[in-house]
């Protein structure tokens, strides 16, 4: 009869087409211009008929439908056109626009695939996490499941195959994708098996949303200093463009630290505040109270900008600040492991055209050591850097300018302010040996005005109130000759290098303050440059020679640079650091070893070489090895300036030893540790280990610190600290 039927309406062009992959719709349909599977829904399957006395349309293989952006998947369907209904069975899936997946053995749907009745279901979502259910109804946008699991972990639906590390089971799970969020009642969560926590209700963002509001992970830990504590932060999505976090830090010794960030995009740039407070115990330097405590506390805030409106005087500018301020010396240190000795703060506009950059703004410092003093403590206020350089010539000779200048402020000391210009022009050329030269022309000058200069706090650096101008003409010529030699296997390079600087003897001058330039090394890294100051109130003067050689060796995964070499000047008539190295006209010989053995070994050795007697002054190796499961690092500083008189320096010894581990057990769990020993005095300053667990839907790390040292009311102590971090739940 069936078969009657379908004859009869391929005839007449009134009925479905039983034809492989045919796509339907109700162009062609003797009961009117909709799908015969509802309105909007069209089809694709291997097989269809048409049920005229029972209005029913049977689709089946590979059966496919499509409504809107949904599409559902199955062995066979059965519309009813009385109901409604379409019935699907046999391997059914639905798909949505976002990605996930509902798995099922049978559904009843109505109202265009939109609501219905859902058996044995388990929804995969885009991120691979899944929630599996005895039943449910699917109702519009939402999806309730009864008896469910939901976990981001893999799992296998074998006998005795591999169950999820952690899910969590509830009564009543719903899906909603209008406000994407899943819902949960009678809660229990499971980790490897076992029941840990019960709650009835919970919810948390499915995975199409990107930031929801919600709990976080906490991080728990203890310490000498704190006891017991836990931080337990909440995130609020305010809005597409700005967020808050809550990071409030719960102590069993020093009660609540609370602290937070904030941060929004502005469409031309974005800004972060982040802060805390505490009302404290021990330091009493900041807003003491009668009951022994005081509120502590810091703020941080930064943010970047484009300034579109100047562009047309410019390619790009750009504005950007850090302000950074915290109650006392050890706040930092004490709550948040932050290590940091000095606290800069900023507001600079910049701006980037070619080959030129501008810059200016003001720049504040609060030092965080206990020999800092907040009135002696120098602001620059303001700075500026320009520096101007013009596209090679025909034989590649360029011009570059520089200007540079600062106004250092105190409340209780010295104040500078300085201006300096230096022009230059380059002239690299090679010759037809395979020699290369590059000749270089420069002229330098700064203007400085000083006052206060009895309130400087370090007579070593020098200072005379006054007005002070000085220039430094240079001449300098660089030359290498690389001799290269190449193997069916490697490449083998040697290279002899010389610089010569020419330059009037112009001493450095004590009138005038050292604000910038006080951290002065010999290495080779500076081996052959033109001046070894890293900052503009000392200059190298004087006619000099740098020369040295460097080898490179290049075979397969292994390279081998080294590099060794002295400098020479004509006159010692300036003076540098005593213990840097370069004392006298002859310098110490300095160097650098590099070994890289493919991934297994990478070892670099910095040395520096007494003059007279090659015995090591600096010795400095660096290693880290091992396999891809295993790897050792060690470090070894020797810093050796007993040979000399330390008067009027701020260098001194230091010889400490470092080593290192970490062991990948498997791609899933890792062991750490580290230990650092002050081998002068025989004392270990720092050692930690710890435990890392991680794969697809879970991280768990513990770790054990110990901390020797001593810094006011930063007392040696030993610190646990625990984290777990859920897949999708914070």
Not at 603 to 620: G, K
Not at 690 to 697: A, N
């Amino acid at each position: 009869m069936v078969r009657k039927i379908i004859l009869t309406g391929l005839l007449s062009g009134a009925v479905i087409i039983a034809s492989p992959l045919a796509t339907l719709s109700g162009a062609g349909m003797a009961y009117g211009q909709t799908s015969p599977l509802g309105k909007d829904i069209n089809f694709s399957a291997d097989k269809a008929l048409y049920d005229s006395e029972n209005k029913r349309v049977i689709v089946s293989g590979n059966v496919t439908l499509y409504q809107g952006t949904t599409v559902l998947n199955a062995d066979k369907v059965t519309y009813d056109e009385t109901s409604q209904e379409v019935r699907a069975v046999g391997k059914v899936t639905i798909r949505d626009d976002k990605g996930n997946i509902l798995y099922m053995e049978e559904t009843v749907l109505k109202d265009g695939l939109k609501e219905g009745f859902i058996r044995n279901v388990r929804l995969l979502f885009s991120d691979d996490a899944h929630l599996a259910a005895r039943e449910g109804v699917r109702t519009g946008k939402r999806t309730i499941l009864k008896d469910a699991a939901y976990t981001p972990c893999k799992t296998c639906n074998e006998d005795g195959k591999r169950k999820p590390l952690w899910q969590i089971r509830a009564d009543e799970v719903t899906h909603d994708e209008e406000d994407k969020v899943i819902r949960y009642k009678n809660v229990i969560l499971e980790i490897a098996g076992v029941p840990i926590l019960y709650t009835p209700y919970f919810s948390h963002p499915d995975p199409t949303v990107h930031a929801a509001s919600g709990f976080l992970n906490p991080e728990f830990g203890t310490s000498s200093e704190l006891g017991l504590n836990v931080t337990i932060p909440y995130y609020f999505s305010l809005a597409p463009h700005r967020d808050l976090t809550l990071e409030p830090l719960l102590t069993s010794k020093e009660g609540l630290v609370l602290g937070g960030t904030y941060r929004q995009h502005t469409g031309n740039g974005q800004f972060s505040v982040s802060g805390s407070i505490a009302n404290a115990i021990d330091s009493d330097n900041f807003l003491s109270s009668e009951s022994g405590r005081e509120i502590r506390g810091h703020i941080f805030s930064e943010g970047k900008f484009d300034l579109d409106n100047l562009k047309l005087i410019g390619d790009q500018w750009q504005w950007d600040y850090a302000a950074r301020w915290v109650s006392d010396d050890t706040y930092l240190r004490r709550y948040y492991q932050d290590r940091s000795d000095v606290l800069k703060s900023h507001a600079k506009i910049e701006n980037f055209t070619g080959r030129n950059y501008f810059s200016t703004g003001l720049y504040v410092f609060q030092g965080l050591d206990e020999e800092d003093s907040g009135g002696l403590t120098g602001q620059a206020l303001p700075a500026f850097d320009l520096n101007i350089e013009t596209t090679p010539g025909k034989w590649g000779n360029q011009f570059t300018l520089d200007a540079s200048g600062a106004s250092i402020l105190r409340t209780a000391g010295i104040d500078t302010q300085r201006v300096s210009f230096k022009s230059a022009w380059k002239l690299p050329m090679k010759t037809q040996l395979g020699d290369f030269y590059t000749i270089t022309a420069s002229l330098r000058g700064d203007a400085y005005h000083v006052s206060d200069a009895a309130l400087q706090d370090q007579p070593i650096y020098g200072g005379a109130d006054g007005t002070y101008a000085r220039v430094l003409p240079k001449l300098s010529v660089d030359w290498n000759l690389p001799f290269i030699k190449n193997s069916l296997t490697s490449q083998q390079i040697i290279e002899p290098l010389v610089s010569i600087i020419v330059a009037p003897n112009n001493k450095n001058s004590f009138d005038i303050p050292n604000e910038d330039s006080r951290n002065f090394e010999f290495d080779e890294n500076n081996l052959f440059s033109h001046n070894r100051y890293n900052g503009y109130d000392r200059w190298e003067a004087g006619t000099r020679v740098n020369y040295g050689v460097r080898y490179s060796l290049y075979s397969g995964d292994t390279t081998i640079r080294t590099t060794i070499g002295q400098s020479f000047r004509f006159s010692s008539t300036e003076t540098f650091p005593v213990g840097s190295g370069y004392e006298g006209k002859s310098s110490d010989f300095v160097g650098r070893l590099d070994v890289i053995l493919g991934d297994y070994l990478d070892y670099v050795h910095r040395f520096r070489l007494d003059s007279s007697s090659f015995s090591l002054r600096r010795n400095e190796l660096i290693l880290s090895g091992g396999s891809k499961s295993i790897r050792v690092s060690a470090r070894y500083l020797d810093l050796d300036r007993e040979k000399t008189d330390l008067t009027n320096t701020e260098l001194e010894n230091r010889k400490e030893l470092g080593l290192g581990l970490k062991y990948l057990v498997n791609p899933k769990w890792t062991l750490h540790g580290s230990w650092v020993q002050d081998i002068l005095k025989n004392d270990t300053i720092y050692y930690d280990a710890g435990v890392l667990y991680k794969d697809e839907c879970l991280e768990f790390g513990l770790s054990y610190e110990k901390r020797l040292t001593s810094d006011r009311d930063i007392t040696p102590s030993s610190i646990f600290h625990f984290r777990l971090v859920l897949k999708n739940l914070g």
